[in-house]
């Protein structure tokens, strides 16, 4: 199972972007897809993440800001982020909880990250 995460980059602060991360390879189901964020010199944190039956959850960190959501027939996920902060500066990582055998275990799969620099 592969992720490919895309839409990092450079943005002004209250500015937006949008982070795209697509699941490919042998896959059954997806559980749950997210993205996890990395600031320099802190630990990996959850970002947001969407079941795939569509419940969501975030951190209080990004609640009213960041909307995730996904095409479960492209298992693609999304991350919109507006009004983004300074502090939102990180490598972001897609994340996937993928079934690969209708009677196997599921287990996480990750992106390879892709920047988001929050700056003027």
């Known amino acids: 199972v592969q992720l490919q995460a895309s839409g990092g980059g450079l943005v002004q602060p209250g500015g937006s972007l949008r982070l795209s991360c697509a699941a490919s390879?042998?896959?059954?189901?997806?559980?749950?897809m997210g993205w996890y964020r990395q600031a320099p010199g802190k630990q990996r944190e959850l970002v947001a993440y969407i079941t795939s039956g569509g419940s969501t959850n975030y951190a209080d960190s990004v609640k009213g800001r960041f909307t995730i959501s996904s095409d479960n027939a492209k298992n693609t996920v999304y991350l919109q982020m507006n009004s983004l902060k300074p502090e939102d500066t990180a490598v972001y990582y897609c994340?996937?909880?993928?079934?690969?055998?209708?009677?196997?275990?599921?287990?996480?799969?990750w992106g390879q990250g892709t920047l988001v620099t929050v700056s003027s």
């Open positions: 390879g042998s896959i059954f189901s997806i559980n749950a």
């Open positions: 994340n996937a909880n993928v079934k690969r055998q209708r009677l196997g275990t599921a287990r996480d799969y």
